[in-house]
């Protein structure tokens, strides 16, 4: 009986390891994602565009990218900061669309960075046991992995309209996506 409750709690321990080990590596990929891939296109498509345009909307039916920016801001307040870190959700989503600016570029090239430092700073501080916990957000009811993968996924969806509006307006590639050369060598092939 004692060696196979001591089999048993070995293999408990390694689950646990490995559960472990892919919760680090899913935060650390979502924390990448943020700050190493959204951001600085989304920074360089506001970079790119005059006030004007960054509220300029095609029509009633479409948002500006000023318009984008607000939403991906208020969805990572309400679903990481607030959702996943505690903070109180203090989020107004129908201001994020009803918005006509113009804020200035300067201000949400702000607000969206201190935004992504929030949310990577929650990322950063929850626990492998918190991405299977249960949490109420935005009355769904959902794991923590569930919402953070929500956030990546909709961010991923919402800079590529920013992306696309800005070619729209500049008329010319903007250069995010390099894929490697055949002769790159295999430590310089990472997403």
Known sequence: MAVKAKRKRGRTRKANASEARLAEA???QWRSRLEERFLPR???CLGQLSDEEIWWRPNEASNSIGNLVLHVCGNMRQWIISG???AADIRERDKEF???GPI???ELREELQQTIRQSCGALARLKPSDLTRRYRIQQ???TGYEAAAQVIEHMAYHT???IYATKLKRAKDLGFTRLPSAASKASERTL
């Open 26 to 28: 899913c935060l650390s």
């Open 42 to 44: 989304i920074v360089d």
């Open 84 to 86: 996943l870190g505690g």
């Open 98 to 100: 009803s918005e006509r």
């Open 104 to 106: 200035a570029r300067g």
């Open 140 to 142: 769904f009811d959902v």
């Open 160 to 162: 590529g309209q920013i």
